[in-house]
């Protein structure tokens, strides 16, 4: 029982180009949340979804895309990335509802230069 | 949208002190949560509250849900070296099936 992995853990990218992060869980759950976590900002919630082939915009969706075809992956593109998207992203997943203990995955480190 | 307003932002204390922190809104929450996060890591549920007044405690740390329900607190006893990390306090707003809402964090240093 792995939990919520993530991958890759880090990767530059250049202006422009684009890149997939995958989250993946094997706890069965409904809720699946990307989030970035920027100095001085905490977590901020990009997107969510709260079953398979469903997804919801959160705090600071602009400039990311995601889907959600299996129900233990959740992926998160960049189809142009800016320097404004280095960050650190967490993809967490929780049973059922909202209110249900969310877990974390490890984090993937992007730099976009 | 909703917001939470976690203080201090920053500790710094000595191995063995007490430690509190609290998170505060202007909005009714539901629920109450408190994070942990270790350097290189995602957070880690420590406590959660569920009911206003609740008062739980999780070995040396314990959190409480104000009775008005805008805000919670967590205190930490007798810190040690390992208590180092960013303290995330979250909230669940009044409308269900929404998500979550995380405070900016506090980060904590203990010095030994």
């Known amino acids: 029982n792995a939990g919520v992995t993530q991958t890759p853990k880090f990767r530059v990218l250049k202006t422009g180009q684009s890149m997939t992060l995958l989250c993946a869980q094997d706890?069965?759950?409904?809720?699946m949340y990307w989030y970035r976590q920027d100095p001085g900002m905490g977590l901020r919630l990009i997107h969510y979804?709260?079953?398979?082939?469903?997804?919801a915009k959160g705090e600071v969706p602009d400039g990311y895309n995601v889907s959600r075809l299996k129900k233990q992956n959740f992926l998160l593109g960049l189809e142009s990335a800016a320097p404004s998207q280095t960050s650190v992203y967490f993809c967490?997943?929780?049973?059922?509802?909202?209110?249900?203990?969310?877990?974390f995955g490890p984090g993937t480190r992007l730099t976009v230069l | 949208g909703q917001q939470l307003n976690q203080s201090p932002q920053s500790m710094f204390i000595q191995e063995g002190e007490d430690v509190s922190m609290n998170c505060t809104s202007s909005?009714?929450?539901?629920?109450w949560l408190w994070y942990k996060q270790e350097p290189g890591e995602g957070p880690v549920l420590l406590i959660a509250?569920?009911?206003?007044?609740e008062l739980t405690s999780n070995g040396r740390l314990t959190a409480q849900f104000g009775i008005t329900r805008k805000d919670s607190f967590l205190n930490i006893s007798a810190s040690i070296p390992s208590d180092v990390g960013i303290y995330f306090c979250?909230?669940?707003?009044?409308?269900?099936?929404?998500?979550?809402?995380f405070g900016k964090g506090t980060r904590l240093s203990v010095i030994a």
């Open positions: 967490a997943s929780s049973f059922r509802q909202a209110t249900d203990t969310q877990y």
């Open positions: 706890m069965n759950h409904e809720y």
């Open positions: 979804s709260v079953g398979e082939g469903t997804t």
């Open positions: 909005s009714i929450f539901n629920t």
């Open positions: 509250l569920y009911k206003a007044g």
């Open positions: 979250a909230g669940q707003p009044y409308l269900r099936n929404t998500p979550l809402v």
